[in-house]
């Protein structure tokens, strides 16, 4: 009647729930997904110099992101 065994289908739903659970929780923390920003101020700042730029974040002691021009 009912199969206890979990399907691709179900297994793909719970892992999209459990992504958005933890993207909805570092956005919670954060206020941003770190992941994320961190790859649009890369583009940002790369689009306003006119070179390729990569931020650092150095978490929890450092003051902030430092900028290193490559």
Known sequence: MFS???TLKKWVLM????????I???????????????VIANNKLSEYVGYSVSSDFSFPYGDGYSVVFR
């Open 24 to 38: 909805g929780g570092l956005y919670y923390l954060f206020g941003y997904v770190p992941i994320v920003g961190n």
């Open 4 to 6: 206890m065994k979990p």
């Open 15 to 22: 892992l999209f729930i459990m992504l958005l659970a933890i």
